[in-house]
């Protein structure tokens, strides 16, 4: 019985890999641009972060996704998303909202003086950005951005509700099927925390090699 | 087609709607009280000296907090009556999302007692206090307080993770959206004001634990911000 189950699982299990690995990528996006948009010094700009971060954080995910999915293909808006899509983007813009606070926090929290050194060494401000200010505010949101993918991957679930044949879907269908819920659901559960702690993991090795990165990068 | 937005539409629907926010509220509010007693049960297992006690405790907390509710409510829908639990769907929505928080408001008061320095009780031993007074007037006084913002914001969050027991037919806001959406085909209406309903309230919230955070600040913090 359980050799028939599990190849179904594991299809929905990749399902679920791809759409945590999209939406995380459009994500941190995202939340970069939102947290630069924020500290911008124009206010037409923070204004539009702020607007995006209070939207998307004030609303539930599942509201969002059902906003896409079964509103946006209406009369005013006309624009069909597959369920694929539907998730990415809703998934993406849902986690990159509270990523962006995360971001924010985590460029405040370089300190002044690294900011004040570069200008002194006429390192221009791009350079500045990228080489000195962005390497110490990354290692900062390492911690709290571990939290926020694993709360994307429970996040993927949801996307079963938009049709979207992911793990919690197959796991679904399969137990309406076979009715072993107990197997099933709970197989599933197993298969979400592994992932989980997967991420935690691979956040945990890229820590570490970016604490050990030598002052003023290795290239 | 008609108008972009069928406002006497929405009008009709509102009552609708407003009473499957309040089961929403209600919902929450109950899954809260859950969560904080249970929160606060497992954070002191947690501290247990026992091994065999703290460990399954931590090892179950961090199991809940990496799995998603949806998965979890199923598993209490449909298999806990394969254990003898029959749970009507509102009742196990309940306590699905109630168990799910309590391990992330575990982690609040874990994190609450820890942050209260290690002098405090040494100066409480010095002086001979009671426990039960060391503990009231002393440690938990220290500790609430970065707590509660924390707890603020569990809050909103179970009550924006709700409509996620829709998917075990509790009829709270987003089915009752969903359900006006599939009888009227107007999919528009119902479900941007379901946003927009979440949008005000958490909003507010979000204010008002703001606020909180600022009344129960301990001086020292209040300066640093201005730094």
Redesign the interface.
Known sequence: MLREILPLLLDGTLTTIEITLLASALAMLLAMLAALGKLSRWRGLRWLAKLYIEFFRGTSLLVQLFWLYFVLPLPPFNVSLSPFSVAVFGLGLHIGAYGAEIMRGALQSVPRGQIEAAIALNIPPLRRFTRIVLPQALVNAIGPGTNLLIELLKGTSLVSLVTLADLSFRANQVVQVTYLSREVFGITLLIYFALAQCINLAMRLLARRMAHAPAGGAR | ?GK??DFGFAWRILPDLLAAGMTTIGITLAGFSIALAGGLLLALLRRSPLAFVSWPVAAIVE?V????????L??LF??MP?FGLMLSAPAAGIAGIGLHYSCYIAEVYRAGLEAVPRGQWEACQALSLPRSVAYRRVILPQAIRPMLPALGNYLVAMF?????L??ITVVEL?LQ??NI?SHSF???EP??M??LF??CV??LA?ALVRKLERATALPATQTRKTA
Do not use: N
């Not at chain 2, 907090?65 to 979890?72: A, E, F, K, V, Y």
């Open positions: 087609m972009l937005v199991f907090r990496s799995t998603p509710l949806l998965i979890q199923y598993f449909y298999v394969e924006k993770d709700t409509p996620v829709s998917a987003m959206a969903k959406g107007r999919y528009l479900i941007t379901a946003g979440f949008l958490s909003l979000a």
